[in-house]
């Protein structure tokens, strides 16, 4: 198993075994498969593995891999758009809408944004809001027309608007190299 992937240590406890614990267990789903594949619109075929992943977690709340695949199987969704550092998770995410009886959803894992030291954008780590860019001056058409241009859907400091990059937009032509925002990237 890949590192950080369950082991298995509590597949096979006995009654008593499982009595004798100090919390309440948490709810794994039994995996007959220890990979399984999926088709991803960037990333092509993408064989991950599928471990004894937690479906309720020791207090009672349904894991995150369980409550998107019901989520999504509820709601209708048919197609995933998300980072690529979540990639490794549609496998198990697949596999367990199979075992549910749901059609698994369709696949697009993008390159993430990142700061200029190569960390994923969050608040601790530079990530910005639109009201904070608003605040600097920076106006939506320019937010929009800079993201436009990390996706290769506008030249550098071409105005763009939504009618021009759904004209433009092609999935097959997205970039697969995450996109490096630098802090003179709205002047």
């Known amino acids: 198993f890949r590192s950080g992937?369950?082991?298995?240590?509590?597949?096979?406890?006995?009654?008593?075994?499982?009595?004798?614990?100090?919390?309440?267990?948490?709810?794994?789903l039994r995996s007959q498969v220890t990979q399984f594949t999926v088709v991803?619109?960037?990333?092509?075929?993408?064989?991950?593995?599928?471990?004894?992943?937690?479906l309720r977690r020791s207090d009672?709340?349904?894991?995150?891999?369980?409550?998107?695949?019901?989520?999504?199987?509820?709601?209708?969704?048919d197609q995933v758009v998300r980072g690529d550092d979540l990639?490794?998770?549609?496998?198990?995410?697949a596999y367990l809408a199979t075992r549910l009886g749901y059609r698994p959803p369709g696949y697009s894992h993008v390159p993430m944004v990142l700061n200029d030291k190569g960390i994923r954008l969050s608040k601790r780590d530079g990530a910005i809001t639109l009201?904070?860019?608003a605040a600097e001056g920076v106006?939506?058409?320019?937010?929009?027309?800079?993201?436009?241009?990390?996706?290769?859907?506008?030249?550098?400091?071409e105005i763009v608007d939504t009618a021009t990059l759904a004209a433009r937009f092609d999935s097959a032509s997205l970039p697969r190299d995450p996109w490096i925002i630098t802090p003179d990237v709205w002047a």
């Open 40 to 54: 991803d619109q960037l990333h092509g075929l993408f064989r991950g593995q599928v471990d004894d992943f937690v």
């Open 131 to 133: 009201e904070d860019l």
């Open 5 to 28: 992937a369950y082991p298995g240590t509590c597949r096979n406890l006995t009654a008593d075994q499982k009595a004798a614990k100090d919390r309440p267990p948490a709810i794994r």
């Open 60 to 77: 009672g709340v349904p894991a995150y891999n369980l409550a998107v695949v019901v989520d999504d199987a509820a709601q209708g969704v």
């Open 139 to 157: 106006t939506t058409t320019t937010v929009l027309s800079r993201l436009a241009e990390s996706l290769g859907l506008a030249d550098h400091d």
């Open 87 to 93: 990639l490794s998770s549609a496998p198990r995410q």
